[in-house]
C-alpha cells in the first residue's frame, strides 16, 4: 500500500488495515516456518506498510493532541 493511499483512509480504516496486517504477517512468517514461501520478499513489504500505518496513526494522534 502506498503512503498516499494510507493519506485517504479515514483513522478507522487505518485500524483496520493495521490489524490486517499483522495478522496477515503472523500467517506469512508461520508459513515461511514451516515451508519457505515463494516470495520471501511479501514479509518485508508488509512489515513496511504495517511501519507506513502505524506513522500515519501516530501523525494524526499528534493531530488532535494540538
Known sequence: M????????????????LAE????IEKLKMSHA???LENPKQITVARKTIARLKTEIRKRELQVAK
Do not use: G, R
Open 2 to 17: 502506498k503512503q498516499a493511499d494510507i493519506k485517504n483512509l479515514s483513522t478507522d480504516d487505518l485500524q483496520e488495515q
Open 34 to 36: 514451516v515451508s519457505p
Open 21 to 24: 496486517n499483522v495478522t496477515l
